[in-house]
């Protein structure tokens, strides 16, 4: 073999080692089969060449174009090598997420069903993943229009808790736990003595209302009855004679025909009886300041003159 041959062969071996070292250090491996798909993104975020693509977390593939829509101008077409294993489920959706210290991976959101694939070649959408990071960017517009509101809200609370009168209210709420708390431990004291004894007392009087009822359903409550009622009976004859006797009396006080009634009803009885007690009291009169003409005693038995 001529020298020049050796030196050609030698540096085209050297080429496709140079080739394979530098595929090599992208992260692709030119020995393995791959699959192409494309993906559609508006905004690729820092995406480069040779970025991982991961589904489930795990490498799947990389990146291996980037080309912009120079025509429209509105979206850029992302070209990624996939294992040759893996499949692609229709539905499926591409995610950018940006890391911390400023890389950026790609997710493959797989579809739901995993018998109904994409072909290769196919195209899918692509978008950026709502993280964290993202989503504290969303809330910044939010957050500089709240912080006037903020500000002036820290301002009220300040000045309301410079408040004085915010010392009192807090003051009298805790003198008045403190009546709660004393109140509640009386109240616990009497539900542990005073509620039991009621309840005992309850119980005894229920139990003496229980014994009364009982001794109530005993009775014979129809003889009771007759008793009660020949007692009301006896009352009413009792009231009927005594009724009786009291009209009887009231026509004998009433008529002339006997002592009693000539008595209560003539006059003239009552006028003589009235002379005779005026002269009985004359007499009496006369008696006392003349008793010797009335009663005659002499121990020598000599009349007076």
Request: hydrophobic residues 40%; aromatic residues 6%; charged residues 20%.
């Amino acid at each position: 073999m001529k020298k020049e041959t050796k030196i050609a062969l030698t540096a085209v071996v050297a080429l496709f080692l140079l080739f394979i070292g530098i595929n090599f250090l992208k992260g692709i491996n030119v020995f393995q089969a791959t699959n192409t798909y494309y993906v559609k993104f508006k905004d690729v975020a820092g995406l480069a060449v040779s970025n991982p693509v991961y589904a489930n977390g795990y490498p799947v593939g990389i990146v291996r174009t980037i080309r912009y829509d120079y025509g429209r101008g509105e979206s850029v077409l992302v070209a990624i090598e996939l294992d040759d294993e893996m499949t692609v489920p229709k539905g499926t959706r591409a995610e950018l997420e940006t890391e911390l210290m400023g890389g950026v991976k790609m997710h493959l959101m797989l579809g739901p069903n995993p018998a109904d694939l994409v072909a290769h070649g196919d195209t899918i959408s692509g978008g950026m993943h709502e993280g964290a990071m993202e989503k504290m960017q969303a809330l910044i517009p939010t957050l500089e229009t709240m912080l006037p509101k903020v500000d002036s809200i820290m301002g009220n609370l300040n000045r309301i808790t410079a408040d004085p009168a915010l010392i009192e209210t807090l003051h009298n709420t805790a003198a008045l736990t403190a009546e709660l708390r004393q109140t509640t431990a009386q109240l616990n004291a009497m539900m542990q003595k005073d509620i039991p004894q009621a309840v005992a007392h309850l119980n005894r009087t229920l139990a003496n209302t229980e014994q009364l009822t009982g001794n109530l359903a005993k009775l014979d409550v129809q003889q009771t009855l007759n008793q009660v009622n020949s007692t009301l009976s006896g009352a009413q004859q009792l009231t009927e004679r005594l009724t009786s006797t009291t009209t009887f009396l009231d026509s004998k006080l009433q008529s002339t025909d006997n002592t009693l009634g000539l008595f209560l009803n003539d006059r003239g009885v009552y006028d003589n009886l009235n002379a005779t007690l005026a002269h009985s009291d004359s007499l009496l009169i006369d008696l006392k300041a003349h008793p010797k003409r009335y009663v005659h005693f002499s121990i020598f038995g000599k009349k007076d003159k």
